[in-house]
Nanobody
Framework: QVQLVESGGGLVQPGGSLRLSCAAS????????MGWYRQAPGRQRELVAS???????NYADSVKDRFTISGDVAKNTEYLQMSSLKPKEAAVYYC??????????WGQGTQVTVSS
């Protein structure tokens, strides 16, 4: 069973930065794009950013100019550099690997806490 494993979450003060990482337990050629999602308590999971094999990126409006996604989708690795974090952005951040057929792959999530 392939797993996506996130790391890099933790506690950061408002205005601070964190870098999240995600890697697959083994490389899957079926993954054509990867994304970062987040889910806060009582809220729906939402897309934060995504990246394709051609390095085309997409961001939620709320994180543009503060977050940067990077990685190598062909190697099933991605990163999310987050800066100027806000308390409302505290959530569990999930790594996603999108495939054309079948369910997407998801990591188990990494907690990001933004608090002074």
């Amino acid at each position: 069973q392939v797993q996506l494993v996130e790391s890099g979450g933790g506690l950061v003060q408002p205005g601070g930065s964190l870098r999240l990482s995600c890697a697959a337990s083994r490389t899957l050629s079926s993954i054509y794009s990867m994304g970062w999602y987040r889910q806060a308590p009582g809220r729906q999971r939402e897309l934060v950013a995504s990246i394709t094999r051609r390095n085309s990126t997409n961001y939620a409006d709320s994180v543009k100019d503060r977050f940067t996604i990077s990685g190598d989708v062909a190697k099933n690795t991605e990163y999310l550099q987050m800066s100027s974090l806000k308390p409302k952005e505290a959530a569990v951040y999930y790594c996603q690997g999108a495939v054309m057929v079948g369910p997407d792959y998801w990591g188990q999530g990494t907690q990001v806490t933004v608090s002074s």
